[in-house]
Antibody, heavy 119, light 110 residues
Framework: EVQLVESGGGLVQPGGSLRLSCAAS????????MNWVRQAPGKGLEWVAN????????YYVDSVKGRFTISRDNAKNSLYLQMNSLRAEDTAVYYC????????????WGQGTLVTVPS | QTVVTQEPSFSVSPGGTVTLTCGLS?????????PSWYQQTPGQAPRTLIY???TRSSGVPDRFSGSILGNKAALTITGAQADDESDYYC??????????FGGGTKLTVL
C-alpha cells in the first residue's frame, strides 16, 4: 500500500525557514515523480513543485522560485521541501503527492502538514 | 498568464448525472494537457479520481469518468450519491514541468 507521511510543519515567523519531509513506503520510491501541493485555509489547491525520479529535474510555481527548494533522497525514501524567506501567504497545508507511472501529476497523496506564517 | 477555469458551484439531484468542466482562459484543453481530477471533502486530503484525461485511479467507481468535451476537459458523475457532495479540482499540465490547478467546483447533491 502506498503511504506518504509528511512532517515538519509548524509556526514560523515571517522571513524564517522550515524544512518539510515526506516519508514514502509501499512502493519503489526512485521510480516516481514526486510533488508538493499546498492549500491555504479555505482556498483551493496549488501545485508548488515537483522533482524527477532521479532528482535531475525540478520545477516550481513562480511564487516560490528562489525561496523553496525541492529535493529527494532515494536511499531514504524521502522527499523534502526547504522553505526560506517565508511569508504570510505561504500559510497552508502542504501535501506530498506521488505521480503515477511515467507521468508527474499528483495521484497518491499524503495527509498533509500545516505551515503557519503569521502576518 | 493562463488561468484554469472551473464552475464555482454546481448542483445535481440524487441519481442524476452531472458534468463538471475544466477550461483555459485562453485556448482549448486537449489530451496534451493531461487533465486530472480530484475530489476533496473538508478537512481531508484530496482523492484522485481521474488522471491523463480518462484513466480512473485505483478504487474509483466507474460512475466517475473523464473526457474532452469541446474545448474543455470534463468529469462526468453518473448516478450521483449523497457522498459525492464535495469540492472537485482539475489540474492541467502547462509545459516546462508546470502544473496548474483550477479554482475548484463545489458540488451539491440535493
Amino acid at each position: 500500500e502506498v503511504q506518504l507521511v509528511e512532517s515538519g510543519g509548524g509556526l514560523v515567523q515571517p522571513g524564517g525557514s522550515l524544512r518539510l519531509s515526506c516519508a514514502a513506503s509501499g512502493f519503489t520510491f526512485s521510480d516516481y515523480w514526486m510533488n508538493w501541493v499546498r492549500q491555504a485555509p479555505g482556498k483551493g489547491l496549488e501545485w508548488v513543485a515537483n522533482i524527477k525520479r532521479d532528482g535531475s529535474s525540478k520545477y516550481y510555481v513562480d511564487s516560490v522560485k528562489g525561496r523553496f527548494t525541492i529535493s529527494r533522497d532515494n536511499a531514504k525514501n524521502s522527499l523534502y521541501l526547504q522553505m526560506n524567506s517565508l511569508r504570510a501567504e505561504d500559510t497552508a497545508v502542504y501535501y506530498c503527492a506521488r505521480g503515477p507511472e511515467v507521468y508527474s501529476m499528483p495521484v497518491y497523496w499524503g495527509q498533509g502538514t500545516l505551515v503557519t506564517v503569521p502576518s | 498568464q493562463t488561468v484554469v477555469t472551473q464552475e464555482p458551484s454546481f448542483s445535481v439531484s440524487p441519481g442524476g448525472t452531472v458534468t463538471l468542466t475544466c477550461g483555459l482562459s485562453s485556448g482549448s484543453v486537449s489530451t496534451g494537457y493531461y487533465p486530472s481530477w480530484y475530489q476533496q471533502t473538508p478537512g481531508q486530503a484530496p482523492r484522485t479520481l481521474i488522471y491523463t484525461t480518462n484513466t480512473r485511479s485505483s478504487g474509483v467507481p466507474d460512475r466517475f469518468s473523464g473526457s474532452i468535451l469541446g474545448n474543455k476537459a470534463a468529469l462526468t458523475i453518473t448516478g450521483a450519491q449523497a457522498d459525492d457532495e464535495s469540492d472537485y479540482y482539475c489540474v492541467l499540465y502547462m509545459g516546462s514541468g508546470i502544473w496548474v490547478f483550477g479554482g475548484g467546483t463545489k458540488l451539491t447533491v440535493l
